[in-house]
């Protein structure tokens, strides 16, 4: 026998050096639900070991599927599954404690074992004498039978819980996975759900994501998308990982798409409704089954259903970490510029790409992606940085148009299952006047009654753009420009002026632009503007009333849009 090669952190689970002695195998061990009193894995681990010995054979390695169906396909296993696919190195044959814990599929688990009879590998399991031989007729059948009854048990044991989410539906409580946002409450530990209360911290973060996609200007971009790569960004847990935590289980480290961000915002299950095949679940009253709480009302929900619904017009939010990417266009043709050069710097290359818009487009205008940075960052917190920040918030208001969207949805129902005759009998039919009447009755009431429109509003946050600017990287301070309508145009060296600052107004949200010039063009304007104020403050002089409009000191950045057009060359002179 050869020597302990390793063992795992607990010493408990030994493994030995693959030494091609044709008995070098994996040990698979598998359970579908792991809690911490079951000793099921321990147990199939000293049934594996005992079986090894016992055939002269050694273990180079543990292939331990915990929290997995016998469902799933071996080949797919999160820990067996690359062994059988060869790729984490060399085996002669694996050793399982029972054939359902290969599987409880016949056709999956037959399949395995003629691979590894295919492939010359070995195949142990403790209640069998030796190994497994396909070969044999009498082998085979029992390995089959063996099988069979393992599908049958999982049959019965997905017969049980359909049975049990079916009878948890009629009676109105949930019975499966919750819904991100949402946690369950028991009062028996691992015992039935005894009700469903908003998550402390999942709430939060699915409430974060409505806010900034209902707030987002058509310029900040802010998508399903963007959100994804905000959240991988800061490394928070997706719903399953972060359910598993929850459960005490390992994450598996997976990333947060656009599609999982659509499902939350658009679920019925958001709203605190019971849902089943994507739909809420109707009561014997013919309403909606309400759980508790949801992270937003139906009214929100519709707004986010809107606001993320596809749109072929404007170009798409920009992938890169730059805090400038997508914001940059050529003042001669139009083109976005993008990076290129080293070192980087922001270039059109329209001409080189072809594009007919550019073809006079020379020279390209260019500039380095530090230099850039710089001027945009010191020209916005100049003239945003002491702005406070107000934060943009919607306000579903009297929530009456979501319930009357319902309302017309229940009784639309209602009148289509009536017109295909599931309610002729005269006791159903009783039921349905009473049900439709009681309806109407609140659509009446409902559409009578004074209504708030929805709307966005502005609420103070206490932080300036300056606070938000310093805490915040690079994807974030570039949404803060886009929702300041910030882009640059930019001209090649020896234009005048080089490059224009478009803004949003603060004061009448009308675009407005700043014109920044290079050194020697700069040091022309500053000449202007003190001369224009020198003759502004001689005028005055003898009136000893300077007006406050005046600009004293003419700062980095004199030139609004009229001021600029101006032959400013012929002025100084």
């Not at 037959?110 to 007729?137: C, D, I």
Request: aromatic residues 8%; contains cysteine.
């Amino acid at each position: 026998m050869p020597t302990i090669e390793g063992m795992d952190v607990t010493g408990e689970w030994p493994t030995t050096k693959y030494d091609g002695c044709g008995k070098c195998l994996v040990g698979g061990v598998r359970l579908s639900r792991k809690s911490e009193s079951t000793g099921s894995p321990e147990k199939q681990r000293d049934q594996i070991i005992e079986v090894v010995e016992a055939n002269g054979a050694h273990i180079v390695a543990w292939a331990k599927d915990l929290e997995v169906s016998g469902a799933t396909d071996p080949f797919t296993r999160p820990e067996l599954g690359p062994w059988l696919r060869d790729m984490l190195g060399p085996y002669d044959g694996l050793a399982c404690a029972a054939v359902d814990r290969i599987g409880r599929d016949v056709y999956e688990g037959l399949n395995l074992a003629r691979y590894l009879h295919r492939t010359g590998r070995l195949l142990y399991t403790y209640n069998h004498f030796g190994p497994w031989n396909l070969a044999n007729p009498n082998e085979e059948n029992d390995f089959l039978f063996s099988l069979f009854g393992a599908q049958m048990e999982l049959r019965a044991i997905q017969r049980r819980n359909r049975e049990t989410t079916v009878k948890a539906r009629k009676l109105g409580r949930k019975a499966n996975r919750h819904s991100y946002g949402f946690r369950y409450v028991r009062m028996t530990p691992r015992g039935a759900i005894d009700e469903q209360i908003l998550d402390p911290h999942s709430s939060k973060v699915a409430r974060k994501i409505a806010a900034r996609i209902l707030s987002a200007g058509p310029d900040e971009k802010i998508t399903p998308a963007t959100e994804a790569v905000r959240l991988n960004r800061a490394g928070e847990l997706t719903p399953g990982d972060y359910e598993a935590v929850e459960y005490g289980r390992k994450p598996k480290g997976a990333t947060w798409t656009a599609k999982t961000i659509e499902q939350i915002l658009t679920s019925y299950a958001s709203v605190g409704y019971l849902t089943h095949d994507g739909l809420p679940v109707i009561g014997k009253d013919g309403n909606r089954v309400r759980l508790c709480e949801g992270l937003w009302d139906d009214a929100t929900r519709l707004a986010l259903i809107e606001k993320i619904k596809p749109k072929r017009e404007g170009s798409r939010a920009p992938k890169s970490k730059r805090l400038l990417s997508g914001r940059v266009q050529c003042g001669q043709c139009g083109v976005t510029h993008y990076l290129s050069g080293r070192p980087l710097q922001w270039r059109c290359t329209g001409r080189v790409r072809g594009l007919q818009v550019s073809k006079k487009c020379a020279p390209s205008p260019g500039m380095l992606v530090t230099k850039l940075d710089a001027l945009v960052t010191s020209f916005f917190l100049t003239r945003f940085g002491p702005t406070p920040i107000m934060k943009r918030i919607f306000d579903p208001g009297s929530g009456h148009a979501g319930r009357i969207a319902e309302l017309e949805a229940d009784q639309a129902r209602l009148q289509g299952d009536r017109d295909a005759g599931l309610y002729d009998e005269p006791e159903r039919e009783a039921w349905f006047r009473k049900t439709y009447k009681a309806k109407s009755d609140e659509l009446a009431e409902l559409k009578e009654a004074p209504t708030r429109e929805a709307k966005m509003r502005s609420v103070p946050t206490g932080e300036t753009v300056a606070d938000q600017w310093e805490r915040s990287d690079a994807i974030e301070r570039r949404e803060i420009l886009a929702s300041y309508g910030v882009h640059v145009e930019m001209y090649p060296d020896g234009h005048s002026p080089r490059l224009w600052i478009h803004t949003l107004d603060p004061n009448t949200l009308n675009e407005a632009r700043w014109a920044f010039f290079d050194d020697a063009e700069q040091d022309r304007q500053y000449a202007y503007a003190e001369a224009v104020i020198n003759a502004i403050a001689e005028e005055y002089a003898a009136q000893d009333a300077l007006p406050d409009a005046v600009e004293t000191d003419p700062g980095l950045w004199p030139m609004p849009q009229a001021d600029a057009d101006a032959d400013v060359n012929a002025l100084v002179a």
